[in-house]
């Protein structure tokens, strides 16, 4: 009897935990959402008017601000997938363009520095029937790591052909030459709210949930994720895509856009009105 109430305390600890990591992450994000919004308008308005120097100076709030806004959209998603309220979204959907869209997003990071992204996907021609933005948010969390830990060489993101669990799939593979890792490190890798050590914590920041996140999202869809590292000899990690299903599991969805449409903006946020109100504006 003791040890059944002691697991409902835990449990119901654990439950006040994820509510109020999902809580505070919305209310983090709220404002967070109008700052980047009206940097954009700002953005829009340096560049019409020739000034650069505000210009440069709209895209670093910009950056920062998308920035923070994954460290908070990564926590929201660990309190879900900790409260098991995470779900797949299955549609069709173009694996090589998908990776390609997630390349794009690191590429500015990788701008200053001497390391080349090389992208080989010779097998990816297939369509593809799982959640495009939860695979894509896993290859951006590993491409983030490789672009944060690789200072030369290069990010090379690697997919073939292999059956997974007895179906049809893929395996992704993003390789770089950058610190990589001791076996001590790798048991923790993917580990929440853990780095491979806590100096990696200081020197290039993260909320250490990125790992942890792409290994529940991975397996969420019936794949499974691993690595493969060296210290000095950069790391490997792979990642399987069941692309097996039914015919009849298939849905063809039809998207119809009317030429005029009304739009109603709701929101309890006054300046997230405005924002959405400006922006689609500016959409026609």
Request: hydrophobic letters at 40%; a negative charge; charged letters at 25%.
């Amino acid at each position: 009897e003791e040890e059944t109430l002691a697991r409902q305390h835990a449990d119901d600890a654990n439950r006040a935990k994820s509510q109020f990591l999902a809580n505070m992450s919305h209310e983090l994000r709220t404002p967070l959402n109008a700052i980047i919004g009206y940097s954009e308008m700002m953005l829009e308005d340096a560049q019409d008017d020739g000034r650069n120097a505000d210009a440069d100076d709209h895209k670093r709030i910009i950056l920062a601000g998308k920035r923070l806004l994954l460290n908070i959209n990564d926590i929201l998603d660990f309190s879900k997938i900790e409260a098991g309220r995470m779900d797949a979204e299955i549609g069709e959907f173009d694996l090589n363009e998908m990776i390609n869209n997630a390349a794009d997003t690191i590429r500015p990071a990788l701008a200053e520095k001497d390391v080349d992204l090389i992208i080989d996907l010779p097998e990816l021609s297939q369509k593809v029937w799982s959640d495009s933005h939860k695979l894509e948010q896993c290859v951006i969390n590993l491409l983030s790591n490789a672009s944060k830990f690789t200072h030369e060489g290069e990010i090379r993101i690697k997919g073939y052909a292999q059956d997974v669990s007895g179906l049809s799939g893929y395996v992704i593979e993003v390789a770089d030459t950058g610190i990589g890792m001791s076996e001590e490190q790798l048991d923790t890798i993917f580990k929440p709210f853990s780095q491979a050590d806590n100096s990696f914590t200081r020197k290039y920041g993260g909320t250490g949930l990125g790992l942890a996140i792409s290994k529940d999202l991975v397996g969420l869809m019936g794949g499974d994720i691993w690595v493969e590292s060296e210290i000095d000899k950069g790391s490997q990690f792979f990642f399987t895509v069941n692309l097996g299903y039914r015919e009849s599991e298939r849905t063809n969805i039809q998207h119809s856009v009317k030429p005029h449409l009304n739009i109603l903006v709701v929101d309890d946020s006054e300046t997230a009105r405005e924002v959405l109100h400006s922006q689609l504006t500016s959409f026609g």
